[in-house]
């Protein structure tokens, strides 16, 4: 990593943090140590990157502005003066940082919880390095708790959740106020429960092949390098 802005702290002081949204915040400030100085940040999406642009606001005199995944995030940049790229105005971007709905101890997650998941994996996949921010809620030993998010074309819709019922998985169609929610790409959210995902790479690429299918929340494919997790300790780094 070429000129980090902030020196590493895998050292850091044992602060004592009590509630979720301190965790998050926790994080949200610790990855800045991942921003380099001069280049352009990928950013995710949810409450936890919420706390990084906080956060990046801070910083913002030394980047030259980021790269955002979601309608949501582009906001909250812009608000906090930091200006924002289409991924195709810019080359491979040295950091990507962004929550999870969990992560398995080989840096494989599930996301999409906030419906980005598209956006989220061009950017992660633009990449070098994914930084995971998360608070320890979000360690699993194996994938699938959390129900799993699918982006899909609406007319598939039905033929996607019989794919996902042999495979044991119960899918239904994310709603908001009544209807089904339409993500940032125009499309609906499948959510799927009852699937243990022992076999995340495998299970990416198959799912990922069914036709409507634009998405699938599982980033093996595209993992976390590094996962700043908030614990009650502090910030503990796994990679
Ligand atoms: C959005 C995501 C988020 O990163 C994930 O849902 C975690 O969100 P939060 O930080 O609010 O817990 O994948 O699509």
């Known amino acids: 990593q070429r000129h980090p802005i902030i020196p590493g702290f895998r050292n850091q002081p044992r602060i004592v943090a009590v509630s979720q949204d301190e965790l998050k915040a926790l994080v949200g400030q610790a990855a800045l140590q991942y921003v ?34 979601s309608d949501a995030s582009t906001e909250r940049l812009r608000a906090a003066g930091i200006r924002v790229f289409d991924a195709n105005e810019v080359g491979e971007l040295a ?16 996301k999409g919880g906030g ?42 819709t039905q033929a996607v959740i019989r794919k996902f019922a042999a495979l ?8 908001r106020e009544g209807r089904p929610l339409v993500t940032d790409n125009g499309q609906h959210i499948l959510d799927v429960t009852g699937l243990q995902i022992r076999s995340p790479l495998a299970f990416e690429s198959e799912v990922n092949q069914w036709p409507g299918v634009v998405t699938v929340g599982v980033f093996a494919h595209q993992k976390a390098a590094v996962c700043l997790l908030g614990t009650a300790g502090g910030v503990q780094t796994l990679n």
């Not at 992660?124 to 799993?148: H, N, Y």
């Open 115 to 156: 419906a980005a998941l598209t956006r989220e994996k061009i950017i992660a996949a633009q990449s070098r390095r994914f930084i995971c921010i998360a608070d320890e809620s979000k360690r699993v030993e194996v994938l699938g708790r959390f129900p799993l998010p699918v982006e899909v074309i609406p007319m598939a």
């Open 36 to 69: 380099v100085q001069g280049e352009v940040v990928g950013v995710g999406t949810g409450s936890t990157v919420n706390k990084f642009i906080e956060a990046l606001a801070g910083i913002r005199d030394r980047i030259p502005g980021a790269v955002s995944s």
């Open 168 to 175: 044991g998985g119960a899918a239904q169609v994310r709603q």
């Open 95 to 110: 950091v990507y940082i962004d929550g999870a709905d969990e992560i398995d101890g080989a840096g494989h997650m599930i």
